[in-house]
């Protein structure tokens, strides 16, 4: 049986504020109105979570035999 372990529920709350600041980035219409800073740290926000979430989820755990 396949336990949730804290670095995998971690990575699904920074996959899921990846996907929320990437798509935000593009479909909402409030983005033309903020500065050009803004929204690129907005996009890198998205970029850097994203490699996080994806890190934490493959990393493997302490007890894990392989």
Do not use: C, N, Q
Not at 1 to 16: E, K
Not at 32 to 53: C, F, K, N, R, W
């Amino acid at each position: 049986m396949v336990f949730v372990t804290p670095h995998r529920s971690v990575a699904v709350v920074l996959l899921l504020v990846a996907f929320l600041a990437l798509a935000g980035s593009r479909a909402f219409p409030f983005m033309d109105d903020i500065p050009g800073v803004m929204e690129t740290a907005i996009v890198l926000l998205g970029a850097v979570s994203a490699l996080a979430g994806v890190y934490l989820w493959l990393r493997k755990s302490p007890d894990s035999k392989a």
